[in-house]
């Protein structure tokens, strides 16, 4: 089996990737290269999913899978943005993050958001590709449900739905990795090299 390298710390994407690439062997970089821990310096999330994809093709010499994603609250004016995953500082975890958010968005009218991912790929010897899927919606006054992780007990969608409350083959259907993915899906020139 073809291998493909997912270049994240996060057990919940790399799960995602594995129901994904079902004719792969997925591998988590941090099996390979324990220390992985790219900074993520890009002021966008195309910039940082190519410097993680990049660096762990760099560092492994196989096909390598990353994806950056985040929160951006209008009102907020993008934030947290890139900083998603350390929006609360140094020591920050998804609890803070959400308690933090909630009293930035205290009194606020605007409750309108949008969760961004870029999943990049790269393969040895050829040019980067990327997908980007959105999902737009808006932060509830408090968190609810018991499903997902991140911000996803603040954020319902447009139609009114808390995301916490999808199970994750629900959420896939409907969320910006998700999106992402198809788009990925359906690039069968992609398929070819990593099969190749
Ligand atoms: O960089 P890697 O190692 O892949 O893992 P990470 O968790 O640090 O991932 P990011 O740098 O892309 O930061 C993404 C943050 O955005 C938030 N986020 C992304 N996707 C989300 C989702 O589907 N639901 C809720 N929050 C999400 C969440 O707080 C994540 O920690
Ligand atoms: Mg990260």
């Known amino acids: 089996m073809k291998k493909i390298v997912i270049a994240s710390g996060n057990k919940g994407k790399i799960e995602d990737f594995k129901a994904i690439f079902k004719d792969f062997e997925v591998i988590g970089i941090k099996e390979l290269v324990p220390e992985f821990d790219p900074d993520e310096t890009g002021t ?17 010499g196989l096909p ?15 934030a947290p943005g890139v ?19 909630l009293k930035n968005m205290e009194g606020k009218e605007n409750r309108a958001a949008y969760f961004t991912c870029v999943i990049a790929v790269s393969i040895p010897g050829e040019e980067t590709v990327t997908y980007t899927g959105t999902l737009s919606g808006e932060i509830m006054e408090k968190p609810v449900g018991e499903h997902g992780f991140g911000y996803d007990p603040l954020f319902k969608t447009l139609d009114g ?36």
């Open 83 to 101: 900083y998603s995953a350390r929006y609360s500082g140094e020591n920050a975890t998804d609890d803070k993050n959400n308690a933090l958010l």
């Open 161 to 196: 739905t808390p995301l916490a409350y999808l199970n994750p083959e629900e959420k896939g259907e409907i969320s910006h990795r998700g999106n992402a993915i198809r788009k990925m899906l359906q690039d069968e020139a992609l398929f070819n090299k990593l099969l190749k």
């Open 44 to 60: 966008t999330f195309l910039e940082n999913a190519i410097i993680k994809s990049e660096t762990g093709t760099k560092l492994t």
């Open 64 to 78: 390598v899978v990353s994806d950056d994603s985040g929160l951006s609250v209008e009102v907020l004016d993008g």
